[in-house]
């Protein structure tokens, strides 16, 4: 990208391409996950440090903030 996309101001607006690529990253991620069934917890935990240090490029933030943020959302949607 050119430059820096203002985070979307409704976080629910899927019209938003933002919100849409977000959604298909996370369908990818986790039926890449699903169908390698050999994937084992550090796998896993590496692809999350991967992860969180990549968006903590953008959100301006340690990997450990980004963990953080994530916990939220996730407690948010059980």
Do not use: Y
């Amino acid at each position: 990208m050119a430059g820096k996309r203002p985070v979307p101001q409704n976080s629910k607006d899927f019209t938003d391409p933002f919100n849409a690529g977000q959604m298909v990253g996370m369908l990818v991620m986790v039926t890449f996950i699903e169908k390698q069934k050999h994937v084992d917890a550090k796998q896993i935990e590496k692809l999350k440090w991967v992860c969180a240090a990549n968006a903590g490029v953008f959100l301006e933030k340690p990997a450990e903030d980004v963990f953080l943020i994530i916990d939220n959302l996730v407690k948010g949607m059980e």
